[in-house]
């Protein structure tokens, strides 16, 4: 009967950054029926095929449910089931083991794009083991922008879709295809429902071409190109904002006469977009009050990321949609703990210094390490080896470059450990699989340490298998048996209180 169905609001995770808020319908421990909340701050009811089929990887029938010991060749899929204190005291015997000889910075500790809560516990479970490696390919998502954002005006600019914009300039941003920064498509629909104009800068003809009123079809990596472009024409027409550019900015003069050069007929010999696209579009993006670029990672894939993005801001600037509603915001997090207090950045003060990205001239601001250059450390000993492997809401042998450089890298640990909810191809090549509770499973925050403004509250809705751990819980115990316990908490769910005690909040 319906009545027997019990409805749980939370938010939607582990797809992408989440933030969709959901009524879940639970009976008898099962997740039966789920629907966005029309009350969701950033979905207002939409919910993506993602979201819908999300609860079946909890009863799926390959799920990991017991931690597992490797009982064959590395790679083998021969496995032995062990208890979880086997499963810990093993992980820490061999990481500890590699620490006595190569030092802490010969464990690394693998993470992808942050899901919740857990990705800043393993900052912190690496810091207070002393190692200054954590491997994410954060090198081509989104930490290049928000990098140099702050460089370039103090923060990173988060396009405000929650104010009504004139125009939204899609820049490599497949929107409606793809969560991105705390973006949700239908929000971006909601924007042209109600009169906003659309330009979109892709080399693809993606759906929302459809509904654009100009479509840029650039030569890929060219963006930094194109910007420029817009740059020149807004300038040498006289259209940019002057009373903004009096009073916020330094260093107009020198921009003007730096884009002097970048005229629309050199720039379309770049890009291959026309001449008259370039200043047409320019011209829309600069009359239009207030303007969004929403922005995404494929201009952090290419060698000239930081080029496009202190232009694109550059652009934001002169047109005066910098921080102001509806244009793109310095979003300011509420009353939390910060960041560097949660990770205890405080006990590793040499991290900058002695992370494999320091001797490859890595900006040190890029708090974590390029797979590629892990994958150097442990393949060529440069700049010192690498021995054990700590990941968790990853899959490497499939999200690195290269699969077979990475198989042949991980093939040279001595030690890995992986955490999921399945055996991936990155499971595989582990010595102790653990098994994970999954979003649904366990309480957690959302949008913690991402630069979008707002924390999301992930409640529990239905109870894991019984050896089903989320990864903060395990992070937790492991980091007591690695690390002084007096770092670490009884109950792991005190880290949720931690991070939002500072606003009087539970």
Not at 71 to 91: H, P, T
Not at 210 to 239: C, M, Y
């Amino acid at each position: 009967m319906k009545d027997d169905v019990r409805w749980v609001k939370t938010h939607c995770a582990r797809m992408d950054h989440g933030g969709c808020a959901l009524l879940v319908g639970v009976k008898d421990n099962k997740i039966v029926s789920i629907k966005g909340d029309p009350d969701g701050f950033l979905n207002k009811g939409y919910i993506c095929p993602k979201g819908v089929a999300s609860p079946d990887r909890l009863t799926h029938p390959d799920r990991l449910k017991h931690p597992l010991k490797r009982a064959g060749k590395r790679g083998e899929g021969k496995w032995k089931q062990i208890s979880w204190q086997e499963a810990l005291s093993e992980i820490a015997q061999n990481l500890n083991k590699i620490k006595e000889k190569y030092g802490a910075k010969g464990v690394a500790f693998g993470v992808g794009m942050p899901k919740g809560l857990e990705h800043f516990v393993l900052i912190r479970l690496a810091n207070i083991f002393g190692s200054p490696n954590v491997i994410s390919s954060q090198d081509v998502c989104h930490a290049p922008r928000e990098i140099t954002g702050v460089h370039t005006c103090g923060f990173y600019p988060v396009a405000n879709l929650h104010h009504k914009s004139k125009l939204v300039l899609l820049w490599a941003s497949n929107i409606t295809s793809t969560n991105e920064e705390g973006e949700i498509s239908s929000m971006l629909l909601e924007q042209l429902k109600h009169g906003a104009e659309l330009i979109v800068v892709d080399p693809r003809k993606i759906d929302l071409v459809k509904k654009s009123k100009k479509w840029l079809q650039l030569r890929p990596g060219t963006d930094h190109a194109l910007a420029l472009g817009f740059l020149n024409v807004i300038i040498e027409e006289s259209l940019y904002d002057k009373d903004f550019v009096e009073n916020w900015t330094y260093g107009f003069e020198d921009l003007a006469e730096h884009v002097k050069k970048y005229t629309p007929e050199k720039i379309s010999e770049i890009t291959w977009v026309s001449p008259d696209q370039i200043r047409a579009s320019a011209r829309l993006y600069a009359t239009s009050k207030p303007a969004v670029i929403q922005w995404g990672n494929p201009i952090e894939h290419n060698i000239y990321t930081f080029d496009t993005t202190r232009a694109l801001i550059c652009l934001m600037a002169v047109c005066g949609n910098l921080d102001v509603p509806g244009g793109n915001v310095h979003a300011k997090d509420p009353k939390i703990m910060g960041l560097g207090q949660f990770v205890r950045s405080d006990l590793i003060p040499d991290k900058r210094k002695e992370m494999i990205s320091a001797y490859h001239g890595v900006i040190p601001r890029l708090m974590t390490i390029a797979p590629s250059f892990f994958k150097k450390a442990i393949l060529e000993g440069v700049p010192y080896p690498i021995k054990g492997f700590y990941a968790m809401c990853a899959n490497p042998m499939l999200s690195y470059a290269d699969s077979r450089q990475t198989y042949e890298a991980f093939m040279n640990l001595d030690f890995i450990a992986v955490a999921d909810l399945f055996m991936t191809p990155t499971a595989a090549m582990a010595d102790i699989v653990l098994p994970v509770a999954s979003q649904f499973e366990m309480d957690d925050i959302g949008h913690y340490g991402l630069g979008h403004g707002f924390i999301l509250a992930r409640p529990k809705v239905v109870d894991p298998p019984e050896e089903c751990w989320p990864d903060i819980k395990i992070m937790n115990e492991l980091g007591k048996r690695i690390s002084p316990a007096e770092y670490w908490h009884n109950d792991y769910s005190q880290f949720l209180e931690d991070v939002v005690n500072p606003g009087d909040l539970t």
